[in-house]
């Protein structure tokens, strides 16, 4: 499926349940599978490969927000 195309038909799914206007979009989706991705430990080499980039800084701010909650956490 072309993104043009999931845009679309997220667009139109968001319409229809009454959310359109929260943020809600094509990119949200893939960073928040990335984030779950790195919460459940998975190798940034893997989460690099899924997503695509092949430089560590297009991965790196991801990394950082999931290593920094994993550290709040364990003060707990």
Not at 19 to 28: A, D, F, K, Q, R
Not at 47 to 72: E, F, L, T
Request: hydrophobic share 40%.
């Amino acid at each position: 499926m072309a993104r043009s195309s999931a845009d679309w038909l997220l667009d139109q799914v968001l319409v229809y349940a009454g959310l359109e206007g929260l943020g809600i979009n094509t990119h949200s989706f893939r960073r928040t599978a990335l984030t779950n991705l790195s919460n459940a430990r998975v190798s940034l080499r893997v989460i690099q490969k899924i997503n695509g980039h092949r430089a560590w800084p297009a991965c790196s701010d991801i990394w950082r927000c999931c290593q920094s909650r994993r550290r709040r956490r364990s003060r707990l």
